[in-house]
Each structure stands twice: as structure tokens, then as C-alpha cells.
């Protein structure tokens, strides 16, 4: 039974950072994607950032790139994004999410589209202001 727990929201001010972290349990092998999304209220959730645990690949929306990091502490299976640079527009809900990447063409790939998740954490709420 896979479960992701997230921490570390908060609020701050516009050119702060925070570091959210994402501990996983349930998971047995490193054949994973693990995701951050955000929601804004009345809004849907959009993709953030991804990694794929067996080799390392990561991906970053363009609203992020530059800004945030996502890494992961295999001895702790925690996923952590590091925020920097933070702006009011990236106040929202931030979720972590896993599921198996998909194979296409060139290798293994993370998904990008929510529905495409299966496990997800509760949330936990950024504010920039």
C-alpha cells in the first residue's frame, strides 16, 4: 500500500523559498515516478515537476524552470522540491503524486497529466505574499 505524506508549506514573501518535502512508503523498487502539482482554487491541477527515481530524469513546467529543484533522498524515500525565487502566482495547494513511468521512444518517461497518477498525498498549502 503505496502512501505520500507531504510538509513544509508555509507562507513567504515574494523572492523566498521553501522546501516541501514528500516521504513515500509502500513503494518497492525504484521503477517510479514521483510528481509535485499545484492546484489554485477553481482551478485544475497542473504539473510542476517530476522524477523518475530509476535513472534520475527530471522535468519542470516553464513556469518553474530556473526556480525550483526536485531531488530525491533515497535513504529517506523523500522527495523534496526546493523552491527559490518565489512568486505570488505560485500560491496554490501542492500535491505529491507517484505512479510507474511510461516507455516511449526514447526510454522510460515520467507522465505529465495528473490523471495519469494513481497515488497522491494530502497537500500542503503555499502562499506567497
Known amino acids: 500500500h503505496v502512501q505520500l505524506v507531504e510538509s513544509g508549506g508555509g507562507s513567504v514573501q515574494p523572492g523566498g523559498s521553501l522546501r516541501l518535502s514528500c516521504t513515500a512508503s509502500g513503494l518497492t523498487s525504484s521503477h517510479y515516478c514521483m510528481a509535485w502539482f499545484r492546484q489554485l482554487p477553481g482551478k485544475e491541477r497542473e504539473g510542476v515537476a517530476t522524477i523518475y527515481i530509476g535513472g534520475g530524469a527530471t522535468y519542470y513546467a516553464d513556469s518553474v524552470k530556473g526556480r525550483f529543484t526536485i531531488s530525491k533522498d533515497d535513504a529517506k524515500d523523500v522527495l523534496y522540491p526546493q523552491m527559490n525565487d518565489l512568486k505570488p502566482e505560485d500560491t496554490a495547494m501542492y500535491y505529491c503524486?507517484?505512479?510507474?513511468?511510461?516507455?516511449?521512444?526514447?526510454?522510460?518517461?515520467?507522465?505529465?497529466?495528473?490523471?495519469?497518477?494513481?497515488?497522491w498525498g494530502q497537500g500542503t498549502q503555499v502562499t506567497v505574499s
Open positions: 503524486a507517484a505512479d510507474t513511468p511510461d516507455l516511449g521512444p526514447q526510454g522510460w518517461a515520467c507522465p505529465q497529466g495528473e490523471d495519469e497518477y494513481e497515488y
